[in-house]
C-alpha cells in the first residue's frame, strides 16, 4: 500500500511538501519517486531515489523540487519550491521493491492533486 499525502492549491511560487508511505508485503524497496500525470493526460517521472541514494529528476523540476527518503520506514517526500503552473498535475507516489516472496514488483499508489494558480 502507498498513502500519499499533502496535495492542495498554492500560488505560483509558492511551496508545498508531499509524504508517502509503504507499507504491507515489502522486503526490500529498490526505488521510491513521484511521477505526475498533468490535465493534457502526460505521464511524467518528476523524481526517484534509490536505496543507495541515487536520485534522478526530470529536468523541468531540477533545482526546484527535492526528493528525500527515509529507508527505514519506506517514506518518501518531495518538496516542491517556486511551483509554477505546468507542475498542476496529480501525483503519484511509485514504488520498486522485492516481496517477502522474492518477486520483483513496481506499483502506483493513489494519487494527490496538485494545482498551482497562476
Known amino acids: 500500500q502507498l498513502q500519499a499525502y499533502g496535495g492542495g492549491t498554492v500560488q505560483a511560487g509558492g511551496s508545498l511538501r508531499l509524504s508517502c508511505e509503504a507499507s504491507?508485503?515489502?522486503?526490500?524497496?529498490?526505488?521510491m519517486g513521484w511521477h505526475r500525470r498533468s490535465p493534457g493526460n502526460q505521464r511524467e517521472l518528476v523524481a526517484e531515489?534509490?536505496?543507495?541514494?541515487?536520485?534522478n529528476y526530470s529536468e523541468s523540476v531540477k533545482g526546484r523540487f527535492t526528493i528525500s527518503r527515509d529507508g527505514a520506514k519506506n517514506t518518501v517526500w518531495l518538496q516542491m519550491n517556486s511551483l509554477k503552473p505546468e507542475d498542476t498535475a496529480i501525483y503519484y507516489c511509485?514504488?520498486?521493491?522485492?516481496?517477502?516472496?522474492?518477486?520483483?514488483?513496481?506499483?502506483w499508489g493513489t494519487g494527490t492533486l496538485v494545482t498551482v494558480s497562476s
Open positions: 504491507g508485503n515489502i522486503l526490500a524497496v529498490a526505488v
Open positions: 511509485t514504488i520498486d521493491y522485492t516481496d517477502n516472496q522474492l518477486e520483483r514488483k513496481g506499483y
Open positions: 531515489i534509490s536505496s543507495g541514494g541515487v536520485i
